[in-house]
Nanobody
Framework: QVQLAESGGGLVQAGGSLRLSCTAS????????MGWYRQAPGKQRELVAV???????AYADSVKGRFTISRDIRKKSVYLQMNSLKPEDTDVYYC?????????????WGQGTQVTVSS
């Protein structure tokens, strides 16, 4: 059974920092990429940052220069360092792992962790 264990969310003042962590267990297929998404009530889930097996990264325009995604391949973990947080970063953040085997993509999600930034 695949599980993505997230941690690191919480309440922080604007300008502050948080670090999200996510560790995957039970993923038996090769991991293609790992990332973080966020979702506000009534809105679509949006990509925040992604890191590929190659090490290439991509970020949403709204977080570029403030957030940094990293990973530990051996631990099957992905991290999101969030600096200079803004109230508009308040959302539930979800860890995502995409694995690939024989042309099929397997999509796994964490349970979500709340990030609240006060003004």
């Amino acid at each position: 059974q695949v599980q993505l264990a997230e941690s690191g969310g919480g309440l922080v003042q604007a300008g502050g920092s948080l670090r999200l962590s996510c560790t995957a267990s039970g993923v038996i297929f090769p991991i293609d990429k790992m990332g973080w998404y966020r979702q506000a009530p009534g809105k679509q889930r949006e990509l925040v940052a992604v890191i590929h097996t190659s090490g290439n990264t991509a970020y949403a325009d709204s977080v570029k220069g403030r957030f940094t995604i990293s990973r530990d391949i051996r631990k099957k973990s992905v991290y999101l360092q969030m600096n200079s947080l803004k109230p508009e970063d308040t959302d539930v953040y979800y860890c995502n792992v995409k694995a690939r085997k024989l042309g099929y993509e397997y999509d796994y999600w964490g349970q979500g962790t709340q990030v609240t930034v006060s003004s």
